[in-house]
């Protein structure tokens, strides 16, 4: 993932995403130190400063009064709206937590932010889907070069019409109460929610209704699980994850009694449990949530650490959502991509008397 980022020229943006999110993953008071402070993480809003970043061209620069909306294809009624169209819409306002499809266990290509804008069903309503449409394709503004992608391609991906229709899907508009940062998707982006971000298509111009699977290069070469076998099936659904957000790798701990702070996300589904296992081996132990879990948004835990003695500690977090379905220990060996990394987050710290 990261090679491929570098090689795309985005490796700068990317990794401040990385950083700034291992930093300061939640919105915490003035002055919070996630290094040094011993209080309950409470909040679960990234900074928009600090959310991660992952294009794969150039942020494209667009006039709002220049800008339009299209949905077309398979509706009764094509519609063309402006970006004060969209504004003058009744709108919602969700927190939701986006994650990069190769972010890497415990790395910072996740953030959560509170979006604002509409439920895509909403508009699909009222042009009027048609008897047959299965797929909705969601056509962004950027295009380019690099990354071995044909000229001339526009990021593109589609969704299943059922999930298009879910309220969750949005149209947003806004992020944490201000307008899309361009390097977000401003004027308008999708939302899909509990998918990973690569389905939350940046810079949205044209919603395409569909009965044909869609075959762009996105869909097909890219964001694809591939086994040993050859096959090939398209990535979707977020999987369970769970990072530390203290103490950081590396760091040294001088007290006997330390507060680990984490948060832990299922996409579609709900976390249901937060473990820690010490220098792996023993059982795991069970940490506390710091609210109650929701779907699409990720959860804060803690857990009161005890150190024993002073020494060098690893330290896993895993997570299991509501069915039953843990971060596995390993990377599954038929897989030959690199995509749905969720094997747990190991640290190393030193605990100095």
């Given at each position: 993932?990261?090679?491929?980022?570098?090689?795309?020229?985005?490796?700068?943006?990317?990794?401040?995403?990385?950083?700034?999110?291992?930093?300061?993953?939640?919105?915490?008071?003035?002055?919070?130190?996630?290094?040094?402070?011993n209080?309950?993480v409470?909040?679960?809003?990234?900074?928009?400063?600090?959310?991660f970043?992952?294009?794969?061209?150039?942020?494209?620069?667009?006039?709002e009064?220049?800008?339009?909306?299209?949905?077309?294809?398979?509706?009764?009624?094509?519609?063309?709206?402006?970006?004060?169209?969209?504004?003058?819409?009744?709108?919602v306002?969700?927190?939701?937590?986006?994650?990069c499809?190769?972010n890497?266990?415990?790395w910072?290509?996740?953030?959560?932010?509170?979006?604002?804008g509409?439920?895509?069903?909403v508009?699909?309503?009222?042009?009027?889907?048609q008897a047959?449409?299965?797929?909705?394709?969601?056509?962004?503004?950027?295009?380019?070069?690099?990354?071995?992608v044909?000229?001339?391609?526009?990021f593109?991906?589609?969704?299943?019409?059922?999930?298009?229709?879910?309220?969750?899907?949005?149209?947003?508009?806004?992020?944490?109460?201000?307008?899309?940062?361009?390097?977000?998707?401003f004027?308008?982006?999708?939302?899909?929610?509990?998918?990973?971000?690569?389905?939350?298509?940046?810079?949205?111009?044209?919603?395409?209704?569909?009965?044909?699977?869609f075959?762009?290069?996105?869909?097909?070469?890219?964001?694809?699980?591939?086994?040993?076998?050859?096959?090939?099936?398209?990535?979707?659904?977020?999987?369970?994850?769970?990072?530390?957000?203290?103490?950081?790798?590396?760091?040294?701990?001088?007290?006997?009694?330390?507060?680990?702070?984490?948060?832990?996300?299922?996409?579609?589904g709900?976390?249901?449990?937060?473990e820690?296992?010490?220098?792996?081996?023993?059982?795991w132990?069970?940490?506390?949530?710091?609210?109650?879990?929701?779907?699409?948004?990720?959860?804060?835990?803690?857990?009161?650490?005890?150190?024993?003695?002073?020494?060098?500690?690893t330290?896993?977090?895993?997570?299991?959502?509501?069915?039953?379905n843990?971060?596995?220990?390993?990377r599954?060996?038929?897989?030959?991509?690199?995509?749905?990394?969720?094997?747990?987050?190991?640290?190393?710290?030193?605990?100095?008397?």
């Open positions: 993932m990261l090679a491929v980022v570098a090689t795309s020229g985005l490796a700068s943006s990317y990794l401040r995403g990385q950083l700034g999110s291992l930093r300061a993953g939640t919105a915490l008071s003035p002055g919070f130190d996630a290094a040094s402070s209080e309950t409470k909040g679960v809003v990234t900074p928009n400063i600090d959310f970043i992952r294009n794969h061209f150039r942020t494209p620069s667009i006039s009064e220049k800008w339009n909306l299209e949905i077309s294809g398979m509706v009764a009624k094509p519609l063309k709206l402006s970006y004060s169209d969209l504004l003058l819409t009744s709108s306002r969700r927190p939701l937590t986006l994650e499809a190769g890497l266990s415990g910072g290509g996740v953030s959560t932010a509170v979006w604002s509409l439920p895509l069903e508009l699909l309503k009222q042009a009027g889907v047959g449409a299965t797929t909705v394709v969601f056509h962004g503004a950027d295009s380019g070069e690099g990354e071995g044909p000229p001339g391609i526009h593109a991906r589609a969704i299943p019409l059922e999930k298009a229709m879910d309220p969750s899907t949005l149209l947003a508009y806004e992020m944490n109460g201000a307008p899309l940062p361009p390097e977000h998707g004027p308008l982006r999708a939302l899909v929610s509990g998918w990973y971000g690569m389905d939350s298509v940046k810079w949205l111009t044209h919603v395409e209704v569909s009965q044909e699977a075959k762009g290069y996105f869909q097909q070469e890219r964001y694809v699980a591939v086994k040993s076998n050859g096959e090939r099936q398209t990535i979707t659904r977020m999987r369970v994850n769970s990072k530390f957000l203290r103490p950081l790798n590396d760091e040294e701990i001088r007290v006997k009694a330390y507060r680990i702070e984490g948060v832990a996300w299922a996409g579609e709900k976390v249901s449990k937060v820690l296992r010490f220098d792996g081996d023993g059982a132990q069970p940490a506390v949530l710091g609210e109650s879990p929701v779907a699409m948004v990720w959860t804060p835990w803690s857990y009161a650490w005890s150190i024993p003695r002073p020494g060098q500690y330290i896993e977090v895993r997570a299991t959502d509501g069915e039953g843990s971060q596995p220990l390993v599954d060996p038929d897989r030959k991509d690199d995509y749905e990394l969720n094997t747990p987050h190991r640290i190393s710290v030193s605990a100095r008397s």
